[in-house]
């Protein structure tokens, strides 16, 4: 996922709604413009130079892009 804070660039835009780093990774949660939830996953480090905030607003741009059905039953 790229993150961009350019109000020109592409992407969906979304707010950040919190940072979580664990080990050598970390978890941005997201909300869409739709209210959907949103996740990504990228580097500590990346995480740190981003130096995302709750409230932020960031365009995303997925290099990789995974879909989950939350109605399906299991």
């Known amino acids: 996922v790229l993150f961009r804070s350019d109000p020109a660039a592409n992407g969906l835009i979304a707010q ?3 940072v979580l780093s664990f080990g ?3 978890r941005v949660e ?3 413009p739709d209210g959907r939830h949103l996740e990504a996953e990228l ?3 990346q ?3 981003l130096a995302l905030q ?13 879909l989950f059905d ?3 039953a299991a």
């Open 16 to 18: 950040v709604e919190r």
């Open 24 to 26: 050598a990774a970390s």
């Open 30 to 32: 997201l909300t869409g």
């Open 43 to 45: 580097s500590r480090e």
């Open 47 to 49: 995480a740190a130079a």
């Open 54 to 66: 709750s409230g932020q607003q960031v365009r995303l741009s997925a290099s990789r892009l995974s």
């Open 70 to 72: 939350l109605n399906k």
